[in-house]
Antibody, heavy 122, light 110 residues
Framework: QVQLVESGGGLVQPGKSLRLSCVAS????????IHWVRQAPGKGLMWVAV????????NYVETVKGRFTVSRDSSKNTAYLEMNSLRREDTAVYFC???????????????WGQGTLVTVSS | QSVLAQPPSVSGAPRQRVTISCSGR????????VNWYQQLPGKAPKLLIY???RLPSGVSARFSGSKSGTSASLAISGLQSEDEADYYC???????????FGTGTKVTVL
């Protein structure tokens, strides 16, 4: 069965950096786009970014453009979200999500990990 | 920045049918597929409906989706206590070139 396990969250000061990892299993990792979605405490869902199945296509929500970078390593079945210049409003649980469609640039987030909490505070 | 509007809450008695609306624009709902997610308390979201009305494997047929123009709906028939959760619609949005979620609806079983 599809499994996605995020890690790398924690407490970080404003302006600092953090890298999240998402280890995938149960499917052919290199065939599917991976999304990142976040949820601030007590708030709704917000899509953050997507990386296409082959790593060539990347897209970001406006509020993180220039600060966050998505990448993937198919040899490790792992996707990454590099977060720089973190702000207090980036505080959230970050989920990685496998796309529904094979060989897609990423249109339909499907299977979710359990999430990792990022807290930006001094 | 939710651009898809949902009612904050919906409630119903056990075995009743409830619907959740999702209102958008031509550059999201009308021109792109609508997906629905269920988030049980303290859990990660789960895909409930994709491509407007398709059920993923393992999802109960009590859930159904529909779309007309710039609006979409999720229906839950035979409401059960285990359906108490937050529900989100979502779609690709051509105007921002990104995926957008609805504001979310809390379903309460009376």
């Amino acid at each position: 069965q599809v499994q996605l396990v995020e890690s790398g969250g924690g407490l970080v000061q404003p302006g600092k950096s953090l890298r999240l990892s998402c280890v995938a299993s149960g499917f052919t990792f290199s065939d599917y786009a991976i999304h990142w979605v976040r949820q601030a405490p007590g708030k709704g869902l917000m899509w953050v970014a997507v990386i296409g199945y082959n790593g060539q296509h990347k897209n970001y929500v406006e509020t993180v453009k220039g600060r966050f970078t998505v990448s993937r390593d198919s040899s490790k079945n792992t996707a990454y979200l590099e977060m720089n210049s973190l702000r207090r409003e980036d505080t959230a649980v970050y989920f990685c999500v496998k796309d529904v469609d094979v060989y897609s640039t990423g249109w339909t987030p499907g299977s979710w990990g359990q999430g990792t909490l990022v807290t930006v505070s001094s | 920045q939710s651009v898809l509007a949902q009612p904050p809450s919906v409630s119903g008695a056990p075995r009743q049918r409830v619907t959740i609306s999702c209102s958008g624009r031509s550059f999201n709902i009308e021109n792109n597929a609508v997906n629905w997610y269920q988030q049980l308390p303290g859990k990660a979201p789960k895909l409930l409906i994709y491509y407007d009305n398709r059920l993923p494997s393992g999802v109960s047929a009590r859930f159904s989706g529909s779309k007309s123009g710039t609006s979409a709906s999720l229906a839950i028939s035979g409401l059960q206590s285990e359906d108490e959760a937050d529900y989100y619609c979502a779609s690709w949005d051509d105007s921002v070139n990104g995926y957008v979620f609805g504001t979310g609806t809390k379903v309460t079983v009376l």
